[in-house]
Antibody
């Protein structure tokens, strides 16, 4: 079973960018999609976008178009999500999730706090 | 845009059966797979149902999923409720292959 390990918590200033990593181990990385999902405090799950590492093709939710970039490094089995022009409303836990064909595996989450 | 609607909360007693609905806003919910995720407080989501009615390894058979085309809804049914089932549950499907989540349902087992 694949394990997804994300980078640690971040505190960022408004207007800056954050880059969160998600390293996969114990399974095939390139053939399955990696999605990024966020959850603001007390709120539901919100899909941001995804990448298919073997193709290097990313798709984004319309809400985040132009502000989010999802990439993947096949050599290290690591996916990245970079969010720019941060504002306070971006304070949330960010999850990576791999659709492995027998259910979705989730990372442990990364708390990103945006505060001046 | 395609949306999924879930009840905000449901409650039931231990040992009983509860069903959580997830209604599609348009089109046919049967056209795309539906997944269900469980999220306990302070934890990451986990998959309890994938591809409408499949259980990942390790998920007890008390959890089951179904699709009702007549009501354009998916359902998650949990039988023999245990206090450990108390959590938020989210349905997820697709809109032009992009993920769409329901708003989540808080299950209280009391």
């Amino acid at each position: 079973q694949v394990q997804l390990v994300q980078s640690g918590a971040e505190v960022k200033k408004p207007g800056s960018s954050v880059k969160v990593s998600c390293k996969a181990s114990g399974g095939t990385f390139s053939s399955y999609t990696i999605s990024w999902v966020r959850q603001a405090p007390g709120q539901g799950l919100e899909w941001m976008g995804r990448i298919i590492p073997i193709l290097g093709i990313a798709n984004y939710a319309q809400k985040f178009q132009g502000r989010v970039t999802i990439t993947a490094d096949k050599s290290t089995s690591t996916a990245y999500m970079e969010l720019s022009s941060l504002r306070s409303e971006d304070t949330a836990v960010y999850y990576c999730a791999r659709d492995g064909g027998i259910g979705v595996d989730w990372g442990q989450g990364t708390l990103v706090t945006v505060s001046s | 845009n395609f949306m999924l609607t879930q009840p905000h909360s449901v409650s039931e007693s231990p040992g009983k059966t509860v069903t959580i609905s997830c209604t599609g806003s348009s089109g046919s919910i049967a056209s795309n797979y539906v997944q269900w995720y469980q999220q306990r407080p302070g934890s990451a989501p986990t998959t309890v149902i994938y591809e409408d009615n499949q259980r990942p390894s390790g998920v007890p058979d008390r959890f089951s999923g179904s699709i009702d085309s007549s009501s354009n809804s998916a359902s998650l049914t949990i039988s023999g409720l245990k206090t450990e089932d108390e959590a938020d549950y989210y349905c997820q499907s697709y809109d032009s292959s992009l993920w769409v989540f329901g708003g989540g349902t808080k299950l209280t087992v009391l």
